[in-house]
């Protein structure tokens, strides 16, 4: 329940068995030696937040259809209701500055679904731009941002400590201009927000059990909106409630989290 690896023989797998899934049902943890190789992040610039996400839900009407008496003789599968999309809502959040986070947007209708889809396509355009137009703003630093970037001895994004041949500069958010502290400058120009390799996030409330159903039926019908990349990638589930996908190159659909499954 909780290994992740996958074994390419019978044999290995139940060898794996012993040091794993027989003790509790957990998986064995083995330290490294004093000495032995040690893993380091390193990919910082992955920290950096998305500059939006977006925040959505649906909504059905469900009616009552009539069907034929089953086979009780047989296996069967007995549809009483059908479900039709006729409602969402989403709102464009910006994680820096609320200043261009965008109003509540708010659909009833029929095919609630691929306008929404639509709208989603349409938000990113809109991302895009206002990050290429927008998020530019040159830094703002006060004299007590001075003094700490002058007294400061190690790199705020990496965290190793300068040396006499490093090139110290100041870093700081092109969004609000806010100094945000001292770095190496090859940290630095990782730390970018690149409006072409933009992915938004979009939240959905209970994706794996539900909503995504209906988006999964309107893939094909978006991509033919002249899309070039439209392609679907879905990351494997896990035992974990929560649901990943991206469709093309910039929007990724996720799943709330069980603290927010409750209707």
């Known amino acids: 329940m909780h290994c992740l690896p996958c074994f390419s023989s019978e ?22 030696e004093k000495g032995e190789n040690i893993l380091k992040f390193n990919n910082h610039h992955k920290q950096l937040p998305q500059p939006f996400v977006i925040y959505a839900d649906f909504k059905v009407i469900t009616e009552k259809i009539q069907t034929c008496q089953p086979d009780n003789n047989k296996s069967f599968t007995e549809a009483y209701q059908k479900h ?8 464009v959040v910006c994680c820096y500055d ?20 639509e709208s989603m396509l349409d938000e990113v355009g ?10 530019n703003e040159p830094l703002k630093m006060t ?14 994004i990496c965290g190793k400590k300068f040396t006499d041949e490093d ?32 992915k938004i996030p979009v939240i959905f409330h209970n994706l794996r059990g539900y909503d995504s159903h209906f988006i999964m039926q309107q893939i094909g019908k978006i991509a033919k909106r002249g899309q070039n990349e439209m392609n679907t990638n879905v990351i494997p589930n896990n035992m974990e409630k929560y649901m990943v996908f991206m469709l093309g190159r910039h929007l990724t659909f996720l799943v709330s989290f069980q603290f927010m499954r409750s209707r």
């Not at 809109?126 to 998020?135: D, E, G, R, V």
């Open 11 to 32: 044999n290995v797998l139940n060898n794996h068995k012993t040091n794993c899934v027989a003790i509790n049902g957990t998986q064995a943890i083995k330290m490294p």
């Open 143 to 156: 004299n007590e941002d001075e003094q700490n970037f002058q007294k400061s001895t190690k790199c705020h």
């Open 98 to 117: 609320h200043k261009y986070s965008k109003p509540l947007q708010l659909y009833r209708g029929e095919n609630a679904v691929y306008k929404f889809m």
């Open 84 to 91: 039709t999309d006729c409602k969402y809502a989403y709102k």
């Open 167 to 198: 090139v110290r500069v100041r870093d700081h958010c092109h969004i609000t201009s806010s100094y945000r502290g001292s770095a190496h400058d090859e940290c630095n120009l990782k730390l970018r927000i690149k409006p072409e390799n933009i």
């Open 126 to 135: 809109w991302c895009k731009k206002t990050i290429k137009k927008n998020f």
